[in-house]
């Protein structure tokens, strides 16, 4: 057997047995869009859709023009223009320019690259549809590329307007006087849009008699070939060289005064909008400028620094310091110093710790901070308060404090402290100052200025104490709280103690005056049960703290070692059984509960109850998840179909050309219930259909001028037959 043959042979089998359908229909045409231009000329356009296994005859989309008046000003449909739409601030605050890059041919579209630099630095941008493009006259620019439209409006029609004003017509409709009926459609032209280069005309169409020679009313002439309104290009003489400007560009400073430039040149329009550069003096004067000012406020004053000096010491640690000045600038490339209060911002810091050679060779081991890690709450003012480095210490305001760095293994002679990352001074004479020993003496605390992070850094080693304030009450009120739960007596805060604090070695030690002040435990309230019903856990805090009348300091757990510790945890139970969601099993997946096509809902009862079975109010439960009561689930039965209604009687009552109608819903085949917007897949059936309603009209005047008609012989026109019916067959019999 031939291969030919077996193809055919297997293509007649397959359409056996898979019949299709090989029909295909246009849906309706859409609204007409908004126009792709505000002037000079756009298009608008209309779409369908086509239904069906195979393509559809005809185009799929049509256009008509719109806008046609010129636009004003300058600009027309320059390239500069079309790619300074896409200026904008990116995420970096830095404003990214386009510009089209010269030299460009392309009819329907502009490249245009990024004068700032940035990452992607070309893109392509069409031009507006409607924009005219190649030599011959119905050639438009559509979505990027050059394309011939009809008068019809479909892409590369050949179809055009005839001497008659008939488009794709022959021109036989106004051939001769002759051949033409009493009344015609005469086509004229309104006057041309612009006065020079290319505009547009707008057709004017007219009811004619053709006896007189005289306009008369459109009811006398045949709608059914009134010609379309139409538009064509019109072009009255070449318009003389003038000036084309672009926008702005960046202001070259943000502040103290900058320039902006702009882009001119001299041109002249070759036709649909074209345009070619000629020499300036072509155009009129004046020119335009080319630059303006920008940015004339004056700029914010801010710190200007000086070279750090060499550092203080020929070994070991030292310091370093530089000049602060805070200058303006009233305009750009002058400078002046200003006031320190006219900087905002950070202030920069001008001195800092340098390092050299150590000076002492003798050490042998490595530099460490003993670190005190407590927590000390003033309560009462004391003559000076005594603290190590580490930890926090809230303090009550103007307290002279003095704050020890221990260093093993160093020379405290080389300590030195910063307070927020600023080195402080060794003068004897500033308020806040390190004695010769290494020690931080605050003379008198300021909380306005005091209040942060002091740190003591010996060689490569640091520790912080963080200092903060708050008033006597308040400080009273927390200590009062805190030792509520202490487990042993402790001295009264209304007792005489010593200023004396104790470290982390001298715990057990008595401060002197009427009592000791020993390490106890301490321990907060408990916590609410982990779990409101089942088996949960409570927990409290266990800290270590010294009490005095004039403060109280929390340690290190270590040091109430020697006594037995709380627990600070324990069971709880505030309700047997925990509230719970039980299911039951799916239902059915029946055609009853269709939702989409091939798609049901299953549903299942979903309720509370108390862990044991018993079943409770739903608002026990509300704290859990709820379970789903529903899900979708295949059935081939879920089908939709259309079904129509009896066609209704023709519309109006006698008359040629009437409608009739009926109703469309969209049902599931098994149900028939209302199956709303499933059926969108399927081929839409026809709502209404045209009919003819055939009766015996009654004869009457309608008109008191009836007998005029009559006497006049106005009887021959069809017009005033039906308008005097009576008359008209009294005359003719």
């Not at 739409?85 to 995420?91: A, D, E, K, L, P």
């Not at 060289?241 to 943000?254: A, H, L, M, T």
């Not at 509230?579 to 989409?596: I, L, M």
């Not at 379970?627 to 009552?653: F, L, Q, Y």
Request: glycine share 8%; net charge positive; hydrophobic share 25%.
């Amino acid at each position: 057997m031939y291969p030919g043959k077996t193809f055919g042979l297997l293509a007649f089998l397959i359409l056996q047995v898979c019949p299709f359908e090989t029909t295909a229909n246009w849906s309706g045409w859409s609204e007409w869009s908004m126009c792709s231009k505000s002037c000079d000329g756009g298009l608008s356009n209309q779409k369908r859709r086509c239904y069906g296994n195979i393509n559809c005859a005809g185009p799929g989309v049509r256009y008509r023009h719109c806008n046609t008046r010129p636009c004003s000003g300058y600009l027309l449909n320059d390239n500069a223009r079309i790619c300074n739409v896409h200026n904008s601030v990116g995420s970096t605050s830095a404003v990214r320019e386009w510009s089209p890059i010269s030299e460009q041919t392309y009819p329907c579209f502009v490249l245009c690259h990024d004068l700032s630099g940035n990452t992607p630095n070309e893109i392509r941008t069409d031009k507006e549809d409607g924009t005219k493009c190649g030599s011959a006259e119905n050639f438009y620019c559509i979505q990027g590329e050059c394309k011939r439209l009809g008068c019809d409006g479909e892409v590369w029609s050949n179809k055009v307007i005839d001497g008659c004003g008939v488009c794709g017509g022959d021109g036989s409709k106004c051939s001769t006087n002759a051949t033409r009926p009493q009344f015609y459609w005469q086509l004229d032209w309104s006057p041309c849009s612009v006065t020079c280069g290319t505009g547009h005309q707008e057709s004017i169409i007219h009811c004619m008699n053709n006896r007189t020679k005289r306009r008369t009313m459109d009811y006398f002439c045949d709608r059914e070939i009134r010609p379309s309104d139409l538009t064509r290009e019109c072009s009255p003489s070449d318009c003389p060289p003038r000036w084309e400007i672009s926008s702005y560009g960046r202001c070259s400073v943000e502040c103290g005064g900058g320039i902006q430039r702009r882009n001119i040149r001299c041109v002249v329009g070759t036709g649909r909008a074209n345009l070619i550069t000629v020499g300036s003096y072509q155009c009129p004067d004046p020119i335009p400028i080319t630059e303006k000012a920008c940015n004339l406020n004056f700029c914010p004053a801010s710190w200007q620094t000086g070279k750090w000096s060499q550092c203080s010491v020929s070994c070991g640690i030292g310091t370093q310091t530089r000049s602060l000045t805070c200058v303006k600038f009233p305009t750009h490339g002058i400078e002046i110093n200003v006031s320190h209060s006219e900087c905002f911002g950070a202030r920069p810091e001008t001195t800092r710790a340098c390092s050299l050679e150590a000076c002492f060779k003798e050490f042998f081991s490595v530099p460490s901070i003993v670190v005190d890690n407590s927590t000390f709450l003033q309560t009462q003012r004391m003559k000076k308060v005594y603290l190590n480095v580490g930890g926090k210490a809230i303090l009550l305001p103007k307290q002279p404090v003095k704050i020890r760095c221990v260093v093993k293994n160093m020379d405290s002679r080389l300590i030195f402290w910063t307070k927020d990352d600023r080195l402080i001074s060794v003068s004897p004479y500033k308020r806040v100052h390190v004695t010769p020993k290494g020690v931080l003496k605050i003379k008198r605390t300021d909380p306005n200025i005091d209040k942060g992070t002091f740190t003591c850094m010996a060689g490569i080693e640091k520790a912080s104490t963080y200092i903060t304030f708050q008033t006597k009450k308040k400080a009273v009120k927390v200590a009062k709280s805190m030792m509520k739960h202490v487990l042993q007596e402790v001295p009264s805060l209304d007792k005489p103690q010593s200023d004396k604090i104790p470290g982390s070695h001298d715990h057990l030690r008595p401060l002197g005056g009427n009592s000791s002040t020993l390490a106890e435990y301490m321990v907060s309230d408990w916590s609410a049960c982990s779990r409101s019903c089942g088996a949960g856990v409570q927990t409290r805090e266990v800290t270590c703290g010294v009490f005095s009348d004039k403060f109280l300091k929390v340690v290190s757990v270590k040091q109430c070692e020697r006594q037995t510790k709380p627990v600070n945890l324990k069971k709880c139970l505030l309700q047997e059984f925990c509230p719970q969601w039980d299911v039951d099993k799916w239902g059915e997946c029946s055609v009853k509960t269709c939702k989409k096509v091939g798609k049901a809902v299953q549903r299942r009862a979903v309720y509370c109850t108390n862990g044991n079975g018993t079943v409770i109010r739903r608002s026990k439960c509300q704290n859990v998840p709820v379970p789903t009561g529903s899900r979708e689930c295949d059935n081939a039965d879920c089908k939709v179909e259309w079904i129509t209604s009896k066609w209704t009687k023709c519309k109006p009552h006698c008359t040629p050309r009437g409608k009739k109608f009926r109703s469309l819903s969209c049902v599931w085949k098994r149900t028939q219930k209302f199956a709303y917007s499933q059926c969108s897949s399927l081929p839409r059936p026809q709502a209404w259909k045209q009919c003819k309603s055939n009766c015996k009209k009654e004869c009457h005047d309608h008109s008191r001028y009836c007998s005029l008609v009559g006497r006049l012989k106005m009887c021959r026109y069809e017009t005033f037959r039906e308008k005097c019916c009576q008359t008209c067959k009294r005359v003719t019999e």
